[in-house]
């Protein structure tokens, strides 16, 4: 099992910046790709941002050149480093880590992706 706390949302005035992070505990030795997704009121959830354990990164149009993705492998953590906040970014972000296949005491263990809880990101205009 892999556990995911997410923190650092909050409220911000257009054009401001915040930073998320998530913090992944448990059976993290099987996580490659992490990454931030978010979901409006009314919409479907959308991918921000995702990151794999050797650095790649790829990023919804929308945020490119204001939102940034990063890892710190030693602390088991990513970060979504959101800056020029608009109202539009205004959602819950979740964070998400993809558990590859893998093998372990005899057993087969599929691809499972586990989820954060959610924290809040309000953009007042």
């Known amino acids: 099992q892999v556990q995911l706390v997410e923190s650092g949302g909050g409220l911000v005035q257009a054009g401001g910046s915040l930073r998320l992070s998530c913090a992944a505990s448990?059976?993290?030795?099987?996580?490659?790709?992490m990454g931030w997704y978010r979901q409006a009121p009314g919409k479907q959830r959308e991918l921000v941002a995702a990151?794999?354990?050797?650095?790649?990164?790829n990023y919804a149009e929308s945020v490119k050149g204001r939102i940034t993705i990063s890892r710190d492998n030693a602390k088991n953590t990513v970060y979504l480093q959101m800056n020029s906040l608009k109202a539009e970014d205004t959602a819950v972000y979740f964070c998400k880590a993809v558990r590859e296949p893998y093998y372990s005491g005899g057993y087969y263990y599929t691809r499972h992706d586990y989820w954060g809880q959610g924290t809040q990101v309000t953009v007042s205009s």
């Open positions: 448990g059976s993290i030795f099987s996580i490659n790709k």
């Open positions: 990151v794999t354990s050797g650095g790649s990164t």
